[in-house]
């Protein structure tokens, strides 16, 4: 298991928005099986990072490595890399999965539907392959018995895992949350962490940027501790939470009292 090549190798990714460098140079590899979580201050560059892995937004610097494949870029002519188009990376998009803080459900399909959408339309699955695929994901995340109903009829925490299903549907080698539950009350937190934590036992490869500092103590194999476009610390999970070895990352996680 060791000896394996990583799933994911970001290397020296760099992003400035204007003159602002919000990325300073971020690599971290993660193994397959592998659920690490992110965490840092607001502002410190959590979501800009899953967001270049990818390349939802372009990186100035770094590469981004999926098994073998170099994400979002290709060999040029003269010997370096260009960035692709959205056609081009659409295959690659799809194998890395995104959750965001909100759902952006279709508020005209069913919950079904939904979930099918993209089987049918990106995929070019058959309706009723889709349906069954999209069905078989309603189950993991327990909510089969809703497929017929509309988003509006749901809870946030049942519209979010809606949204789970459907990344899942897409049958994503890498699953990236952002914050997936911090738009819910916190009564329907609960639910949707469950969901991430079965999902991580059975051993998918994700990335967690949360707040919930004790849920990623318990359910991450590694933390990555973020600040002003670095890494100040990356370690096992319950090392990096319960003795992290920098004093920026004890005074943080002591604001937010975890
Ligand atoms: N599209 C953009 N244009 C300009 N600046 C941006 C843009 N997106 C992010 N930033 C800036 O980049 C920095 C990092 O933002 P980012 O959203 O990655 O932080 P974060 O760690 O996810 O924070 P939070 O915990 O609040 O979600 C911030 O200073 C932010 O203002
Ligand atoms: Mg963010």
């Given amino acids: ?52 892995l990818n390349f939802l937004e372009k990186p100035q610097a770094g590469e981004v490595l999926l098994g073998t494949e170099r994400i979002g870029q290709r060999p040029d002519r003269k010997g370096g890399w260009r960035l692709m188009s959205d056609t081009e990376m659409a295959p690659q998009r799809r194998e890395i999965g995104m959750v965001f803080q909100l759902f952006y459900l279709w508020p005209h399909l069913t919950v079904r539907d939904n979930v099918a959408l993209a089987s049918i339309k990106a995929a070019g699955m058959r309706r009723d392959e889709a349906h069954a695929l999209a069905e078989e994901m309603l189950e993991k995340v327990h909510l089969r018995h809703k497929a017929d109903a509309y988003p ?63 849920f990623a103590r318990d359910v991450a194999d590694r933390v990555i501790f973020m600040e002003g476009g670095h890494i100040v ?26």
Avoid: W
Wanted: proline share 6%; with cysteine.
């Fill in 233 to 258: 610390e990356e370690g096992p999970a319950a090392q990096v939470i319960n003795q992290p070895r920098m004093e920026r990352t004890r005074s943080f996680l002591g604001q937010v009292g975890a």
């Fill in 152 to 214: 509006e009829q749901l809870s946030g925490g049942q519209q979010q895992r809606v949204a789970i299903a459907r990344t899942l549907a897409q049958k994503p080698q890498l699953i990236l949350f952002d914050e997936p539950t911090s738009a819910l009350d916190p009564e329907l937190v609960g639910e949707v962490l469950g969901v991430i934590r079965e999902l991580a036992e059975e051993g998918r490869s994700m990335i967690l940027v949360t707040h919930e500092i004790r």
């Fill in 1 to 52: 298991m060791n000896d394996q090549p990583p799933l994911l190798r970001v290397s020296g990714l760099k992003k400035s928005y204007g003159p602002a460098e919000v990325l300073k140079g971020i690599s971290f590899d993660l193994k397959k099986g592998e659920t690490l979580s992110l965490i840092g201050p607001s502002g410190s560059g959590k979501s800009t990072c899953l967001r270049c």
